[in-house]
């Protein structure tokens, strides 16, 4: 059942959307060694991040709002997106990581997801 996606029965329309879309973006989006994946999921009130090498199958570098650093900070999902794209890309530089390719998981690009982006790329990523 490569590349197909398994759907319950129970599961929401704007889940299996997001689902279908998030397949769309796969088949486009490889993560190389030169140019990891920078692979987002979002939740109703977190959000985690990881740079993935897909040639591998390795996480190299991660964050999330679940991050002790930033567990307690205070202020909007939006304003703790940018507080992870920050800590993602300061993580990331450390790891020698300077280029990714953006996997937005099916998600719309605004909001928190745009948040994260804008933010990782002042952090000194480039995509």
Known sequence: MAGKIAFGKRMAARAV???RRHGRVRKKVVGTP???RLVV??????LFVQIVDDSRGH???SA???DASLRT???AKTEKAKQVGELLAQRAKAAGI???VFDRGGNRYA?????LADSAREGGLEF
């Open 41 to 46: 999921n979002r939740s109703t009130r977190h």
């Open 17 to 19: 959307a997001r689902a």
């Open 73 to 75: 900070a205070s202020g």
């Open 59 to 61: 996480t190299l570098v």
């Open 64 to 66: 999330s709002t679940m």
């Open 34 to 36: 030169e140019r990891p």
């Open 111 to 115: 909001g928190r997801l745009a948040a």
């Open 98 to 100: 300077t280029a990714v």
